[in-house]
């Protein structure tokens, strides 16, 4: 009788860890946080085929450099979605504000205003997350 109590028991802690590590894994923030969103806009107008410079501050809360990759489009006002090439960024440990100057707004693009919306996915955890974000309106005119 007493070995079956001590199994219970021992399968009801088992069973407790378990759960306090999926808990903490699902609940466990992710290292990257954006501190400024939606992004400030440094160059408010933009000529076709040229580049939206954008004022990101971003945040590695984690001990080690990470590098993550963010997918992108340029949405018009009216709804109208372009996609952007895929970046891939690098981010040491702690905070940084930079100008992030690979948004290039594509020739073909038409006259009007525009925001730069994307979504990063931090993979490198138990459960993936993905992180949303846009910058502020921007316009973009004939290029040259």
């Known amino acids: 009788m007493m070995t079956a109590k001590w199994t219970m028991y021992g399968l009801l802690a088992l069973q407790m860890a378990l759960l306090g590590f999926v808990g903490?894994?699902?609940?466990e923030p992710p290292y990257l946080s954006y501190g400024n969103v939606p992004f400030p806009v440094l160059?408010?107008?933009v000529k076709a085929g040229e580049t939206v410079v954008l004022d990101i501050l971003?945040?590695?809360?984690?001990t080690r450099p990470h590098t993550y990759v963010t997918a992108r489009q340029l949405v018009r006002t009216d709804g109208t979605i372009t996609a952007l090439p895929a970046?891939?960024?690098?981010?040491q440990p702690g905070c940084e504000t930079g100008r992030s100057a690979i948004?290039?707004?594509?020739?073909e693009t038409p006259p009007g205003k525009y925001r730069v919306f994307g979504w990063t996915e931090i993979t490198d955890r138990i459960f993936p997350t993905t992180m949303e974000w846009s910058s502020d309106v921007f316009e973009v005119v004939n290029g040259s």
């Open 24 to 27: 903490y894994a699902y609940l």
């Open 103 to 107: 948004n290039v707004i594509p020739k």
């Open 87 to 91: 970046a891939t960024v690098w981010l």
């Open 58 to 62: 971003r945040c590695n809360r984690d």
């Open 43 to 45: 160059t408010p107008v």
